[in-house]
Every structure is written in C-alpha cells, then in structure tokens.
C-alpha cells in the first residue's frame, strides 16, 4: 500500500517546506511529487522526534543535540543515503547532520537509521544552503561530505551548480581549521569546476594540487553506480582549511 506525501505533512506540519519563506534563490535541487511506501510514513511516525531536525533560523549547539563532543560531519544531498548509513554505521568517531530535500530517499534513510537505532546522525529535510547559513556556527564543522550533486549539465543551468565561489566559501568559514571538504562527481567538467572553485577561496588548500585519490572509507553511492554504469570516470576532490 502507498500514501501521498500528504500524508505525513499532516503529521508533521515541519516537514512541508524546504525554503525559507520569501527568499527567492537559485535552486540547486527539484522537488518531484513522490509516492511514499508505508513503511516510510510510519518511519516518519515512529523516527521523526528522535531524529529529524527542524530548520529554524538559530544556530545550534551539536554538542548538545548529540549529548557529546564528537566532531560534527556534514553530508549534503545524500539521495537515498545508501554511503551515508554506512559511513555513520563505520565511523563512529563522528556524529553526521545528513541534509537532503528528496523526500523519498530522507524517509528512507529516517527508515534505516531509526530501526537501527544508530546514534550519531540525525536528518534535515531542507535547502543546505538555508540550513548551513542559519543553523550552523562558523568554525564549527569538521568535515563536508558532497557526493555526485546535481551536474546540470546544460550550460544554461549551470548556474544551478551547487559547488559555485560562493557556496565554497561559506563552507570554508563553517570549518574548523583543518577541517575537509570532500566531493565527488562523474561529470569530469564538474569536477574541474570544482578544483577551480576550492582554489579560489583563500581559506582552503589542496593537499593533493589536483584530484585526490579515493577515499577507502567511502561506500559507493546510488548515482556513482549509475555513472559507472555508463562508463563515465569518477573524480575526488579533497580539500582543507588552512589550519
Ligand atoms: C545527484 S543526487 C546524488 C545523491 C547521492 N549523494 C548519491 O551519490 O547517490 C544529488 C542530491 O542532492 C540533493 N540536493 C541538491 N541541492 C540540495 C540542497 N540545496 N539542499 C539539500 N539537498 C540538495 C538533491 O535533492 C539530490 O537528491
């Protein structure tokens, strides 16, 4: 059996919108309707209170959210969340603010995290630009996960890029020095945006000059199988704030 988004916006007034009212910006996302599966509204039910964070417009104490002092990693646009789960899972020296707008996928993860009841991650439904700006303190993110956003490949949307100048220098000041940005893609023109973007920002280095190595901790997500399947070349880019 299927229920509508609807549904669970009954529920949960909080989880309707995913912009700040009256501001108007460039979207790096679509909103599709999606048909949610049972078992994603009653995850939303049963998981939302203990895992869902609302966006409001202050800045949060993680420390306090996650009753520890565990270096705060934030993953932005985690789709259906399969490498989030298991970097959480993993890595458990870390807690993870995972933000995704894709309603389908956010339920899912909520599904997966809530019935294992893991402790050190917890969910946004909302613009991460929005989120970052207004809920996030400066200096006090440890790590950035980015992985395969939105190409928009055309070069009339490129605009809609989410890794632009000023996108990276917002998360360069959410940093602690030393802090890592880390981005993948396998869209190789992307990719070297990337590198090009990163550079620009006086506050972060390039360990690497160049594309870094693959990371052995990172699982492979749903579009990295994707272009992989379409034999496109997939490229990492890890950088630093000067410390
Ligand atoms: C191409 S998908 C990749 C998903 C996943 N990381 C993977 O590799 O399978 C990019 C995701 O980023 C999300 N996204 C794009 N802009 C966003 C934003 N500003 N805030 C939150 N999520 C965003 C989209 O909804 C989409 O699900």
């Known amino acids: 059996m299927r229920e509508t988004q609807e549904t669970i916006f009954e529920d949960v007034p909080d989880l309707r919108t995913v912009e700040r009212e009256g501001v108007r910006s460039v979207k790096s996302f679509v909103l599709r309707?999606?048909?949610?599966?049972?078992?994603?509204?009653?995850?939303?039910?049963?998981y939302y209170h203990d895992y869902v964070i609302p966006y409001e417009e202050r800045v949060l104490d993680f420390t306090q959210v996650f009753n520890n002092d565990k270096p705060l990693v934030i993953e932005i646009g985690f789709?259906?969340?399969?490498?989030?789960?298991?970097?959480?899972?993993?890595?458990?020296?870390?807690?993870?603010?995972?933000?995704?707008?894709?309603?389908?996928?956010?339920?899912?993860?909520?599904?997966?995290?809530?019935?294992?009841?893991?402790?050190?991650?917890?969910?946004?439904?909302?613009?991460?630009?929005?989120?970052?700006?207004?809920?996030?303190?400066?200096?006090?993110?440890?790590?950035?996960?980015?992985?395969?956003?939105?190409p928009w490949p055309k070069k009339r949307q490129h605009k809609r890029r989410l890794i632009q100048r000023e996108?990276?220098?917002?998360?360069?000041?959410?940093?602690?020095?030393?802090?890592?940005?880390?981005?993948?893609?396998?869209?190789?023109?992307?990719?070297?945006?990337?590198?090009?973007?990163?550079?620009?920002?006086?506050?972060?280095?390039?360990?690497?000059h160049g594309f870094s190595?693959?990371?052995?901790?990172?699982?492979?997500?749903?579009f990295e199988e994707k272009g992989r399947q379409q034999e496109h070349q997939i490229n990492e880019v890890w950088v630093q704030r000067r410390g």
């Open 213 to 222: 190595p693959p990371v052995s901790w990172r699982p492979q997500t749903r």
């Open 33 to 46: 309707g999606t048909r949610l599966k049972r078992f994603q509204v009653e995850a939303v039910r049963a």
């Open 79 to 150: 789709g259906m969340g399969v490498a989030t789960h298991l970097i959480a899972k993993e890595r458990t020296q870390y807690n993870y603010l995972a933000i995704e707008v894709f309603l389908s996928g956010f339920t899912k993860l909520l599904d997966k995290v809530g019935k294992e009841g893991l402790e050190n991650i917890r969910l946004m439904r909302f613009d991460a630009v929005a989120a970052l700006t207004d809920m996030v303190g400066d200096s006090t993110v440890a790590g950035f996960h980015i992985f395969f956003p939105d």
């Open 167 to 208: 996108f990276a220098a917002l998360l360069a000041r959410k940093l602690v020095p030393g802090g890592y940005i880390y981005a993948v893609t396998d869209w190789v023109e992307y990719a070297e945006q990337m590198l090009e973007v990163f550079d620009s920002v006086e506050e972060l280095e390039n360990p690497h």
